[in-house]
């Protein structure tokens, strides 16, 4: 009887003990989930304001009548909001990181991300003087789609070019991805110094993560290593262990030269973390940084064949630079355009091969020669590059060859109209080089050429000349958008933006008159709030895409 007894006390207290874990643990969730919650609350009211400020600010600096004092202070008030929006989005994003987290795993173009990733620093980057670079060297993925997390490599990668335009005074900042061949070590790297301190349920949750990661089929899995270098002031050595800890900085004084929130590198190494990686810093004082992690992503689907992929006729081009990233990029990018036969030269170099060999395109590297003249308005083509003046002098003997100049974005427009009466000129932009818009100025020349050649042979009767403009800038069509957004100010800032673009907006107040206007008008596009009285984003489209279904049977 005894026994019996103690048997059933112990197993009453073993259902006792089992009912109030599985009590916490719900408590646990439920806090997650109202963190979550929150965080998404706050976020939202967060940036509804600083949008807000960012869009009407950047809108009036366009005014013409403004004094130079005005501008001053409207483009003060801008940058400012931008940082507030950078340490609001940091704290959010840490915030978020001991919850649950869920992968989202879809599938993406990881070229374009890195390029559009830093195109976002190329108005910072340029106003110091800073060249921005990509190169990515994935010779068995690069005509596949990849699957995995966009939005944390996005994040990642940001924090970390943010981290290398911001430290950097002058000099590039260059970010490159490469197939490793050996997985992901977790020893031997700076996130693990500081892995001890995360919390136990999100030490688990990361745990959990990771294994659903890992999942993937190993026949289409690849271990991708990024590397973001810059030629910044560098990091004592002593300093590097502790800067993957939340809220640390090189220099924590009181007197320090940059600000920030010391989260930055935190987040890259959880979120690194969340993706099965690893990540590591090295740096030396005067010498530059250079960040480096790794992660798992697995193959898509094959993209569409790009139309300059399959030409066989080749040209003979010419690349001038003294800069050997852009080199390496430029080369990356024509590859891929088995109509290119390019040789690259440095300034020097190309000034004797202009005129020792016919070349029929030439892509000139203006990103130098504007960097060390920012103050200086440029007048003329002959004071833009050694190489044009050279051509303006000989140019009746060389009719046959066209120019790509390849400038950052705030003087493309001061370069362009030095250059609008010249129909050999074609125009790229720079910091960072993407490679779809090199690609497409190429094309544009080799269509060009084609053209010629078929109206010199007879089997055209109409020779149409682009005028030096590349068709995917400028014949961009006027769109019809549907805005469905409830909150006066951010109507007010989409409309003036997309009327400074030409676009014409229809206005909805909430998602139910979004789904009352579409069913009786065509839009192009629907930019559509999630946030709405009546009926929310998210069930107006679902209700919009099933009204799309049904006029499709």
Same mark, same amino acid.
């Given at each position: 009887?005894?026994?019996?007894?103690?048997?059933?006390?112990?197993?009453?207290?073993?259902?006792?003990?089992?009912?109030?874990?599985?009590?916490?643990?719900?408590?646990?969730?439920?806090?997650?989930?109202?963190?979550?919650?929150?965080?998404?609350?706050?976020?939202?009211?967060?940036?509804?304001?600083?949008?807000?400020?960012?869009?009407?600010?950047?809108?009036?600096?366009?005014?013409?009548?403004?004094?130079?004092?005005?501008?001053?202070?409207?483009?003060?008030?801008?940058?400012?909001?931008?940082?507030?929006?950078?340490?609001?989005?940091?704290?959010?994003?840490?915030?978020? @990181?001991?919850?649950?987290?869920?992968?989202?795993?879809?599938?993406?173009?990881?070229?374009?991300?890195?390029?559009?990733?830093?195109?976002?620093?190329?108005?910072?980057?340029?106003?110091?003087?800073?060249?921005?670079?990509?190169?990515?060297?994935? #010779?068995?993925?690069?005509?596949?789609?990849?699957?995995?997390?966009?939005?944390?490599?996005?994040?990642?990668?940001?924090?970390?070019?943010?981290?290398?335009? %911001?430290?950097?005074?002058?000099?590039?900042?260059?970010?490159?991805? /490469?197939?490793?061949?050996?997985?992901?070590?977790?020893?031997?790297?700076?996130?693990?110094?500081?892995?001890?301190?995360?919390?136990?349920?999100?030490?688990?949750?990361?745990? =959990?993560?990771?294994?659903?990661?890992?999942?993937?089929?190993?026949?289409?899995?690849?271990?991708?290593?990024?590397?973001?270098?810059?030629?910044?002031?560098?990091?004592?050595?002593?300093?590097?262990?502790?800067?993957?800890? #939340?809220?640390?900085?090189?220099?924590?004084?009181?007197?320090?030269?940059? &600000?920030?929130?010391?989260?930055?590198?935190? *987040?890259?190494?959880?979120?690194?973390?969340?993706?099965?990686?690893?990540? /590591?810093?090295?740096?030396?004082?005067?010498? &530059?940084?250079?960040?480096?992690?790794?992660?798992?992503?697995?193959?898509?689907?094959?993209?569409?064949?790009?139309?300059?992929?399959?030409?066989?006729?080749?040209?003979?081009?010419? @690349?001038?630079?003294?800069?050997?990233?852009?080199? /390496?990029?430029?080369?990356?990018?024509?590859?891929?355009? #088995?109509?290119?036969?390019?040789?690259?030269?440095?300034?020097?170099?190309?000034?004797?091969?202009?005129?020792?060999?016919?070349?029929?395109?030439?892509?000139?590297?203006?990103?130098?020669?504007?960097?060390?003249?920012? =103050?200086? /308005? *440029?007048?003329?083509?002959?004071?833009?590059?050694?190489?044009?003046?050279?051509?303006?002098?000989?140019?009746?003997?060389? %009719?046959?060859?066209?120019?790509?100049?390849?400038? #950052?974005?705030?003087?493309?427009?001061?370069?362009?109209?030095?250059?609008?009466?010249?129909?050999?000129?074609?125009?790229?932009?720079?910091?960072?080089?993407? %490679?779809?818009?090199?690609?497409?100025?190429?094309?544009?020349?080799?269509?060009?050429?084609?053209?010629?050649?078929?109206?010199?042979?007879?089997?055209?009767?109409?020779? %149409?000349?682009?005028?030096?403009?590349?068709?995917?800038?400028?014949?961009?069509?006027?769109?019809?958008?549907? +805005?469905?957004?409830?909150?006066?100010?951010?109507?007010?800032?989409?409309?003036?933006?997309?009327?400074?673009?030409?676009?014409?907006?229809?206005?909805?107040?909430?998602?139910?008159?979004?789904?009352?206007?579409?069913?009786?008008?065509?839009?192009? +596009?629907?930019?559509?709030?999630?946030?709405?009285?009546?009926?929310?984003?998210?069930?107006?489209?679902? *209700?919009?895409?099933?009204?799309?279904?049904?006029?499709?049977?």
């Amino acid at each position: 009887i005894t026994m019996k007894m103690m048997i059933y006390y112990s197993m009453r207290r073993d259902e006792q003990n089992q009912k109030t874990i599985s009590s916490k643990q719900e408590n646990i969730h439920q806090l997650s989930r109202v963190k979550t919650d929150f965080a998404a609350s706050i976020s939202h009211e967060f940036r509804t304001p600083i949008n807000a400020i960012m869009g009407l600010s950047e809108l009036m600096t366009d005014d013409g009548k403004l004094t130079q004092e005005h501008r001053h202070i409207i483009r003060t008030i801008h940058s400012s909001a931008l940082h507030l929006d950078t340490i609001v989005n940091k704290v959010l994003c840490f915030s978020k @990181l001991g919850s649950n987290v869920t992968l989202d795993i879809l599938e993406f173009e990881l070229g374009r991300l890195v390029e559009e990733t830093m195109l976002s620093f190329s108005g910072t980057a340029e106003a110091k003087g800073i060249r921005l670079f990509s190169h990515i060297d994935l #010779p068995k993925v690069d005509s596949y789609m990849v699957k995995g997390d966009p939005y944390r490599l996005r994040q990642i990668l940001q924090n970390l070019i943010g981290n290398s335009v %911001k430290f950097c005074e002058e000099g590039q900042v260059v970010v490159e991805v /490469k197939e490793c061949e050996s997985p992901c070590d977790r020893s031997n790297t700076c996130s693990s110094s500081s892995s001890s301190s995360s919390s136990p349920s999100s030490s688990s949750s990361l745990d =959990q993560d990771r294994i659903d990661f890992q999942r993937i089929n190993s026949r289409e899995k690849m271990v991708l290593e990024f590397i973001v270098r810059d030629t910044g002031k560098g990091i004592p050595k002593h300093c590097i262990s502790s800067l993957f800890e #939340p809220f640390t900085q090189v220099d924590n004084s009181s007197t320090r030269e940059f &600000g920030g929130t010391g989260l930055g590198l935190a *987040i890259c190494k959880q979120q690194t973390e969340v993706m099965g990686g690893t990540i /590591k810093l090295e740096s030396e004082v005067n010498e &530059g940084t250079t960040v480096t992690f790794k992660i798992s992503l697995q193959r898509g689907r094959r993209l569409s064949i790009a139309p300059w992929s399959a030409s066989t006729v080749q040209y003979d081009c010419l @690349l001038v630079t003294d800069n050997r990233s852009l080199k /390496k990029a430029v080369e990356s990018c024509v590859t891929e355009m #088995p109509s290119m036969n390019c040789q690259s030269a440095t300034v020097s170099e190309s000034i004797d091969l202009f005129t020792s060999k016919s070349y029929r395109i030439i892509i000139i590297d203006l990103g130098d020669y504007l960097g060390d003249q920012r =103050q200086t /308005k *440029i007048t003329n083509l002959s004071a833009l590059h050694p190489l044009l003046a050279k051509w303006m002098i000989s140019k009746p003997s060389s %009719k046959s060859v066209k120019f790509v100049l390849l400038a #950052p974005c705030k003087r493309m427009s001061e370069v362009r109209q030095i250059a609008s009466d010249q129909k050999d000129i074609f125009f790229c932009y720079l910091n960072p080089l993407q %490679k779809v818009n090199l690609c497409s100025v190429l094309w544009d020349i080799v269509e060009t050429f084609k053209a010629k050649e078929e109206f010199m042979l007879g089997s055209s009767t109409e020779l %149409k000349n682009s005028g030096g403009f590349v068709k995917s800038d400028f014949s961009r069509p006027l769109l019809r958008i549907l +805005l469905a957004e409830d909150n006066n100010v951010n109507v007010e800032v989409i409309q003036r933006q997309l009327k400074r673009l030409g676009h014409t907006a229809v206005l909805a107040g909430n998602g139910k008159e979004a789904v009352e206007i579409f069913t009786k008008a065509h839009f192009d +596009l629907i930019l559509m709030d999630c946030n709405m009285p009546v009926m929310d984003g998210y069930e107006s489209t679902q *209700i919009i895409r099933s009204v799309e279904v049904q006029q499709a049977s």
